[in-house]
């Protein structure tokens, strides 16, 4: 791995023999728990400028039609968070000259709130190439990490670290972009203006109504610019059978990218090289689409059945299961493009037309070996593959199994093994061992999928961002049923391991010592089942959910779960925090498991301004419709403990939240719900599991929705009482 330095260069070419398809990760770490950055890419010509509008990727447009660039979305590191993008340097444009990595903050925010900031460049086989820490990078809301230019007919990467005290639309202007963020005034509803509201998304027509996400919306490639030749087949093989949709006359919407295009007469003449839809982008935030109503039953009872393309009441046996699974996925990421390239793009897979295939027989020695599936992906008539291995229910992957599939991907020029099962990978700790020879020329990239990530990419884009096409919703929805169906074997991750009952066991009686490996195995079961959760909290809102991990820079896995193994030891207890986009506070997650109790809380900072018994007031007032057992703590300066008490006694006296000295200083208020938690290791209904899943569910649902107006910043309006 390359280290760079500020201003420093390096030639891709020899670095890797794989740098055709890159994954750049921006990375920082939040000592809060609560900062948070977001990535964007810029694609320049000669001049040092955009070529319009549309070479602008962010948030708002995450993907490039020709498949060039493509934003992947955050991913939890053990220190932070990761945001991802990937590059497909054989499709950029040859006017483009340079390929620019940036990230800015908001609302105020600048970096120097976070730490350990850095970018590293990973190759099509999965290894890291290169590295770039960015130093003291003040209080700037937005910085260059750095950028890909030509030299030639090489690509070299520079080490940049520039920032700028002006932000996302600040960058996008100094390089050409024509932002229109001064149009985009808040309206009554607090939707930006121009943007498509519930209602605005469904006024073209009754058909469209009936549709899960908006046609075109975010992390659909394939269908942009279909606003002018009506919708076409986006899956493999349908081109023959795509069907025009019928020209309706309707107001502009915005466009996949947050573009909101200039109404045009039909008799206008378009200028040679210029794009028929004249967009300005905004760096306002994109509301998410809300899905639809579920329309009533048409059944007599409730125990008529839905038909179902996928049927799972068949499935008697494992390898049943694995077959079934590994068929239903594979044929709905190659009908449906956005999902499959969701799904493939983290790996390095190019944007290109997707097939897959399953029970393939390949020779190995004398034993020829039949991986449960292939995906290969054609672009510029090359072609990308990589083998999959597919497990369900508890059954995990076998080391010699993934190893033998490891060494026939690398004889036959493979790019990848994608393994796929209930566990979930932790950085640090592999699932299987397997060892790739560095001998060999050609490198294949050994990747893990969880069937939690693949429910969470369906849920993204049928519920929120949109696919493009009515069909390929109703696919998507047919996939996560299955998924969901208690006879699949995909449900993720849904045992402890065979050490959670020896070691609760030895926390009860006070006989667990530290440095009893049985702790640590518990610690990564822990984390893996945080991460599933936030999978799953995330699909169901359409906002990123990711845990917190209060680690110091620098610090390795396997200590600091070695550590959290010891302080298990001493306790017996679990601690986890979840930062949710648009969440007040850090929802934190705890099991006693002495007491057999579990905690969740959150902790809210009093407000600026105004009065404390006001804070109370309105504090209980928001809390209206939340369980009566809700216990609310007053935080006060100082280690002494401030008053407390459950919802229930507070709703009529709101003023015992005050400390009784006047001269306490309040800081904030802590809302917490406890439980018992299941006393199996597994996911059933006594489970502990299930107790941890149904109680950070049910108080996201019924506490921190209620809190969303009770953001830090924000002044309560005074009251006529209250003690100053």
């Not at 500020?6 to 070419?13: E, H, R, T």
């Not at 964007?40 to 070529?51: E, F, M, P």
């Not at 499935?315 to 009908?335: F, G, I, N, P």
């Amino acid at each position: 791995m390359h280290e760079m330095v500020k201003g420093s260069n390096v030639a891709l070419a020899a670095l890797s023999e794989n740098a055709g398809s890159l994954i750049a990760g921006l990375s920082w770490v939040s000592p809060t728990g609560d900062g948070d950055a977001d990535v964007s890419v810029l694609l320049l010509d000669a001049n040092g400028k955009v070529r319009g509008n549309g070479d602008f990727y962010f948030y708002n447009n995450p993907v490039a039609a020709d498949g060039s660039v493509q934003l992947l979305g955050k991913t939890p590191t053990e220190s932070g968070d990761e945001d991802r993008m990937s590059f497909d340097l054989t499709a950029v444009p040859a006017v483009v000259d340079r390929v620019v990595v940036a990230a800015s903050r908001y609302e105020g925010a600048g970096f120097d709130e976070l730490e350990d900031l850095k970018v590293t460049l990973t190759d099509a086989g999965g290894e890291t190439l290169l590295v770039f820490a960015v130093e003291d990078p003040g209080t700037v809301s937005a910085i260059i990490f750095g950028e890909l230019y030509r030299r030639g007919d090489e690509w070299k990467f520079r080490a940049v670290g520039q920032g700028y005290d002006t932000g996302l639309a600040g960058l996008a202007t100094d390089f050409g972009v024509d932002i229109d963020d001064e149009a985009a005034t808040e309206t009554p509803n607090g939707a930006q203006s121009g943007e498509q509201t519930e209602s605005g998304a469904r006024a073209e027509s009754g058909e469209q109504a009936e549709s899960v996400g908006q046609a075109g919306s975010v992390g659909q490639a394939e269908s942009v610019g279909q606003a002018e030749s009506g919708a076409r087949a986006g899956s493999v093989g349908q081109a023959d059978t795509a069907v025009a949709a019928p020209a309706v006359e309707q107001e502009p919407q915005p466009t996949p990218g947050g573009l909101v295009p200039t109404p045009r007469s039909p008799g206008d003449a378009v200028e040679p090289g210029k794009s028929e839809r004249t967009a300005r982008p905004r760096t306002a935030k994109k509301k998410v689409t809300v899905p639809r109503v579920t329309r009533k039953s048409l059944a007599d009872n409730d125990s008529w059945k839905q038909a179902r393309l996928f049927p799972v009441s068949a499935l008697k046996s494992d390898r049943d299961r694995e077959m079934r699974a590994t068929s239903v996925l594979l044929s709905v990421m190659a009908q449906v493009p956005e999902f499959g390239r969701r799904l493939t793009a983290a790996f390095g897979a190019p944007a290109g037309r997707m097939e897959t295939f399953t029970e393939v027989s390949l020779p190995h020695g004398d034993t020829p070996r039949r991986p449960d599936g292939i995906i290969r992906v054609e672009r510029a008539g090359k072609l990308w593959t990589a083998l999959v291995e597919t497990k369900t229910n508890g059954n995990g992957l076998k080391s010699e199994q993934v190893q033998a599939y490891a060494d026939i991907a690398a004889r036959r020029g493979y790019e990848a093994v994608i393994t796929l099962s209930n566990d979930v990978a932790l950085e640090g700790s592999p699932l299987v061992d397997v060892k790739i020879d560095g001998r060999r020329k050609h490198k294949v990239a050994l990747r893990h999928l969880s069937w939690a990530e693949v429910t969470h990419v369906a849920q993204m884009l049928i519920g929120h961002e949109g696919v493009g096409d009515k069909a390929h919703a109703w696919l998507l929805q047919e996939l996560l049923h299955y998924l969901r169906h208690e006879n699949s074997g995909c449900h993720g991750f849904q045992n402890m391991g065979a050490a959670w009952v020896p070691v609760r066991n030895g926390i009860e009686d006070e006989t667990l010592c530290q440095g009893d490996p049985r702790a640590l195995e518990v610690v990564e079961s822990w984390e893996r089942l945080i991460r599933q959760i936030c999978l799953s909290l995330g699909g169901e809102l359409g906002q990123k959910v990711l845990p917190v991990q209060r680690a110091k820079r620098g610090a390795d896995p396997g200590t600091r779960r070695i550590g959290l193994a010891d302080r298990l030891c001493l306790d017996g207890r679990l601690q986890a925090e979840l930062r949710i986009e648009g969440a007040p506070g850090i929802l934190g997650v705890g099991a006693d498991l002495r007491t057999g109790r579990l905690r969740t809380s959150v902790e809210i900072p009093a407000p600026e301004q105004g009065y404390p018994l006001t804070w109370a007031k309105r504090l209980v007032r928001h809390l209206a419709e939340a369980p009566a057992d809700l216990h609310i703590e007053t935080l006060v300066e100082g280690d002494t403990g401030g008053p407390r008490g459950t919802l229930e006694r507070l709703r009529p006296e709101p003023a015992d939240l005050l400390p009784k000295q006047n001269d306490t200083r309040i800081t904030g208020f802590r809302l917490s719900l406890f439980k018992s938690m299941g006393s199996s290791r597994g996911n059933a209904e006594s489970g502990f599991i299930r107790s941890v899943d149904d109680a950070v569910h049910r108080f996201h649902n019924t506490v921190v929705v209620h809190l969303d107006r009770l953001t830090p910043r924000q002044a309560p309006a005074q009251e006529s009482t209250g003690t100053p």
